[in-house]
């Protein structure tokens, strides 16, 4: 893709990070972007790690911006244009776009102070009117806002975790379905996951739960740098000196690269 864009002189990309990590691997050795002006990335969490090889690779490219945004409320509704020195792991979300207000909201479904962690909610005259035949549960995720009597005032819960910085903009971190408990210990995946790329021989990592005879256990599935081996003991070593006993994989499975669906993102 990286060889296409050069010959057309594309100025503008709207790409997913899993996908843009594929092209870096495969990267023709010389090749820069000069004429590429922006590049947006969406649909997935955009990583430090990504945004330094990307600037590595390309530093004749142009600005990048991470969009946040659900198909439910067509697509893009808030933007970070990243530094030169990015946030350490996962990049912010940013600010709302024009017609777009971002609450963050607790369990008990109460606004959310600075640094407090909760639900993104985003209300927005351009969102869709719900789901076709699905269940009571899944329409729960379009609620009235209970801040004003106004039954065409529609909420909707996006389902990720997420909380206001002392800046103003608003930092994501992770998915509440992808909130466990092991061995009474709440766990957000995604901080295995950061914690497994900051090693310099892992490309990619994901971790997911297995559940046997009613325990749960973590396991990471992790894709080593090019050209890299990973000692699977010093990786569970370091996980040790960095995280809870209950955070730390049961397994780790060595993959050369990670399943993605057809549009790019992780399978």
């Not at 843009?20 to 969490?45: H, I």
């Not at 530093?59 to 990243?82: D, F, I, M």
Request: hydrophobic fraction near 40%.
């Amino acid at each position: 893709m990286p060889p296409w864009l050069a010959q057309q002189q594309i100025t503008v990309l709207h790409t997913v990070p899993t996908l843009a990590k594929t092209w870096l691997m495969n990267r023709l050795d010389g090749l820069q972007l000069p004429q590429l002006r922006w590049v947006f990335f969406a649909g997935e969490p955009l990583s430090s790690q990504l945004v330094t090889q990307w600037r590595e690779a390309f530093s004749a490219a142009g600005a990048l911006v991470n969009l946040y945004g659900p198909t439910e409320t067509t697509l893009a509704k808030c933007y970070y244009q990243v530094p030169v020195e990015p946030a350490i792991g996962i990049q912010p979300i940013g600010r709302p776009l024009p017609e777009t207000q971002v609450l963050i909201v607790s369990r008990s479904n109460q606004l959310c102070g600075v640094g407090e962690v909760g639900e993104i909610v985003l209300r927005t005259p351009f969102r869709t009117l719900g789901y076709i035949n699905a269940s009571e549960q899944s329409q729960q995720q379009f609620r009235p806002n209970p801040h004003r009597d106004d039954a065409d005032d529609i909420l909707y819960y996006t389902g990720d975790l997420g909380r206001y910085g002392i800046n103003g903009t608003i930092e994501i971190l992770g998915r509440a379905d992808r909130q466990v408990k092991i061995r009474g210990v709440r766990i957000e995946l995604g901080e295995v996951e950061t914690k497994l790329t900051e090693q310099d021989t892992v490309r990619e990592a994901i971790v997911t739960v297995h559940e046997e005879n009613g325990t749960k256990y973590l396991i990471a599935y992790v894709v080593p740098q090019k050209g890299q081996t990973i000692p699977v003991k010093e990786l569970r070593q370091y996980l040790r000196q960095q995280l809870p006993a209950a955070m730390v994989p049961s397994a780790f499975i060595l993959l050369e690269t990670l399943p993605l669906t057809p549009n790019g993102k992780v399978n």
